[in-house]
């Protein structure tokens, strides 16, 4: 690494971390103006409502780098650029004969790392803290009840509860529908497990009945040939293992709940029975997969206007920078709805950036006069 790849480095990595700062205090503060009155609510002391404040963004801040780590990325990229413009560096180092490729070099490497801290992001940190998204502004101790209905447990468990605690981790009105698949893969009501209060055992990974558990069976009875009435028998039961955790039935109050999970749970619920659930994961996988080059995408758009061997206007580049990378973001955006909305492949819409503006980006390099 030359002093040159040092020096730009070090530029960069500064931008990079103000970017940061300011962008994510800017969304935390916007976010705040809008929704100051659900912390209110309830009429809380000042110092509580700051600490609920604090403690409701500071578990947010994973899922705010996740969204807009593309444009602190292009916008750090485009900053250290600049000030080499403003400061007249690049006429030295084109004068030296160092090529505008070769200066953005360190740029591009950096932020395929910056990359790798996303894709950590959302592998490991955003699944950790999914419970504590799935709070509402309004209650963020956690001492709200939830309604849970026909939630998924496993492959073929529903679960149902009037009352889901999770401060307390209790349930109140459980009812649980075991299903039975046929050859051909229709789900058919086998027995069904209720209790009127249930509490969460950690080590033993499964829900203590303490109040009415059981166990009701159907079966039918045959006779001569005829079959009978169904027969129903009720056996007591005092534990139901669960697959779901407490945290994991609380993130799944929040409607962008299977958002927040990792690769590797996407693909353990990729192989349930459900057709929708499944296009679904399809397309957060391949937008997972597609995100990091997008955002190599829409730094190189940036980077393209700031890459000039003659001295220009900065606030001319960084208009027609922000202008063209505004452009890129609302025809993606609206292009994937269209096709979301219609009968095509799930994983088009994470694609259809890559597809309609790599073109682009390849003639705006290409024109680089260096």
Sequence with gaps: MRILDRYILRNFLY????????????????????????????????????????????????????????????????????????????????????????????????????????????????PHVAPKLARERDDVEGLRSYGIWCVRDGDNRLLSAQYFSPKQQEIRGLMVMELNRSVNQRAQLGDVITATRARWNRERHGWDLTQRGMRIMAAEAVTGGMTSEASVTRVPLDFYPCELTPDELLSRQNAQWIQFLSVRELNRMQRQPDDNLRRQIAQIKHGRFTLPISNMILLLLGMSYFMC??????????????????????????????????????????????????????????????
Excluded: H
């Design 15 to 126: 931008s990079y971390v103000l970017s940061l700062c300011v962008l994510i205090s800017l969304y935390v503060v916007l976010d705040l103006f809008v929704n100051l009155d659900e912390f209110t609510e309830n009429r809380k002391p000042v110092l509580q409502v700051g600490r609920d404040i604090f403690d409701y963004y500071i578990y947010n801040v994973p899922l705010y780098f996740a969204q807009l780590s593309g444009v602190i990325t292009a916008f750090a990229a485009c900053v250290t650029l600049a000030r080499l413009q403003r400061q007249n560096e690049l006429v030295a180092i084109l004068a030296s004969g160092t090529s505008l490729y070769r200066v953005a070099t360190p740029i591009v490497l950096a932020s395929l790392a910056m990359n790798g801290l996303l894709v950590l992001d959302q592998e490991f940190l955003l």
């Design 309 to 370: 061997r003659l001295p220009n206007s900065v606030l001319t580049q960084g208009a027609k920078a922000l202008a063209t990378c505004a452009t890129a973001f609302m025809v993606t955006f609206i292009a994937q709805q269209l096709v979301a909305s219609g009968s095509f492949p799930p994983e088009l819409p994470a694609w259809l950036p890559i597809i309609l503006f790599t073109p682009v980006v390849a003639v705006l390099m290409d024109n680089v006069k260096t």
